[in-house]
């Protein structure tokens, strides 16, 4: 066996120590998050409460380590940018991921653009669906 395999091999076993079960990762991204870490915003005469983009990255980076994400595909259905995204973390499991989408009208009036709002939206709702912020979602 030469050096480079061992290493190889050690280094694998490392990683694979450090794993945690999905379960563990879910009831941690469960957990709600410090308020100073959301936003809110008016959507007609309802005030949301929502977690931005980059705090939902700090929270998976924190309690998924490894975590990646991919835009999967971004559409125009009718006057909307429609952006489907996939969230894949690691664990003892295996790979575990789940898919989200997030639209935004093309001619969007609102802060940046419509396919940086739809990514942005999609990301926080697949990120939700490993319990991240999904409490701010009951009503």
Known sequence: MNKTSTVDKSQTLSARKSLRSIKDIIDDLSKPVHPQRLKTRMQGDTE???????Q?????DHYAPGWRYEIRSIDQIGDRCVVTVRITIPSL????????TGQE???????????????SM???RAAAKFGLCLYLYDK
């Open 122 to 124: 999609a990301l926080r």
């Open 48 to 54: 949301l409460t929502y977690i931005p983009w980059y």
């Open 56 to 60: 939902a990255v700090r929270y998976l």
């Open 93 to 100: 499991e295996g790979e575990v991921w789940r898919e989200a």
């Open 105 to 119: 009208e093309l001619n969007c009036t609102s802060y940046g653009d419509s396919s940086s709002n739809a990514e």
